[in-house]
């Protein structure tokens, strides 16, 4: 079986193709994808807990403290400790961090609706079903592989 011809290598294509279109959209604001991304996970009203923000986006504790820092130099967040737990704290948007989150928010609705006009119900309603299966079966551990060969 040829790589192209895998499920997976598909997936990992076309991510690097998504973060690569997002990335040149990021740049051109001065900042990331993941930076948009982060902004895009953070509650407008109440904020989110920074503990609450990684395993949201799957994203590893170092990487995320390091875009939380820059977004805070940039002042388009702030980290206050929670009113009833001062262990925990929150990330909060500043006026300017919701103004850029709603344009990371108009570039994924305005991707997303150009990729779903190319498609018919049918094409999407496929697709969604295929990834929940591929999620669904990772997440319940039913792919077991050893040694090369899995076992199911």
Known sequence: MK???TIDFQIKFAWQYISR???NIAAKYNTTWASGNVLLN?????GTPATALGPKMGMEATSLSRIL???ETKGLITRESHPTDRRVVIIKLTAEGI???NEARQA???FNQHIMSLLTP???TSFFQVIQTIIHEIESNNIKIYAGKVNL
Do not use: G, H, S
Not at 42 to 46: A, L, N, T
């Open 3 to 5: 790589p192209e011809e």
């Open 21 to 23: 279109f997002y990335n």
């Open 42 to 46: 953070i509650d407008i009203q109440e």
């Open 69 to 71: 820092k820059n977004l």
């Open 99 to 101: 103004e850029k989150r």
């Open 108 to 110: 994924v609705k305005a």
């Open 122 to 124: 049918e094409q999407l």
